[in-house]
């Protein structure tokens, strides 16, 4: 996973003026083929409901649409304000399978200055399979996406 090499390619998408749906979509096909050991990844938004939405992913499809906020690795993330690695998803109390598949799950919010956007969910069918320079690289990609949204934010703001 090279997480440079991902954030250089979604600027060069930015500068081609891509809307944002289709830049998200595209940075989430990229984080899922960096690697053989992500067999499955998605962004999840975070509504003013307290609700994680699944947006555009990578992999099978999964009946977890919709997260409550606390609920589940990808709830608990947000609740607790923090990225959330999982080295098997059997020893997890909260974790709501969506295959049984997956062993092993990584969760890195999308934030910036203290306000959850969305987060990046990532499976996999290995054990341990997310190291701390895999999590440091995915951290690249949701700090440039945390900017994407931002930016969005404003110009929802101003067409307001």
Same mark, same amino acid.
Request: charged share 30%; aromatic share 8%; glycine share 4%.
């Given at each position: 996973?090279?997480?440079?090499r991902i954030c250089r390619a979604l600027i060069r998408l930015e500068a081609e003026s891509v809307n944002f749906d289709k830049l998200i979509k595209e940075a989430i096909r990229l984080v899922y083929e960096? $690697?053989?050991?992500? +067999? *499955?990844? /998605? ?11 699944? /947006? ?11 997260? !409550? ?16 690695? #999982? ?16 062993? $092993?799950?990584?969760?890195?919010? #999308? ?7 969305? !987060?990046?969910? #990532? &499976? $996999? +069918? ?16 949701? &700090? *440039? ?16």
């Amino acid at each position: 996973m090279d997480g440079e090499r991902i954030c250089r390619a979604l600027i060069r998408l930015e500068a081609e003026s891509v809307n944002f749906d289709k830049l998200i979509k595209e940075a989430i096909r990229l984080v899922y083929e960096s $690697s053989p050991q992500f +067999h *499955w990844a /998605g962004i999840y938004e975070l509504f003013p409901d307290k609700v994680l939405r699944l /947006g555009p992913f990578w992999g099978a499809a999964t009946e977890h649409v919709l997260i !409550q906020v606390g609920q589940g690795v990808c709830g608990s993330a947000v609740a607790e304000k923090r990225n959330k690695v #999982i080295p098997d998803v059997a020893k997890e109390p909260n974790y709501l399978a969506c295959s049984t598949a997956t062993k $092993s799950e990584l969760v890195v919010l #999308i934030q910036k200055c203290g306000k959850i956007f969305a !987060q990046i969910d #990532i &499976d $996999s +069918h290995n054990l341990s399979a997310f190291d701390e320079r895999t999590v440091e690289e995915v951290q690249k990609v949701a &700090d *440039w996406l945390a900017n994407a949204y931002e930016a969005r934010a404003r110009q929802t703001k101003i067409r307001k």
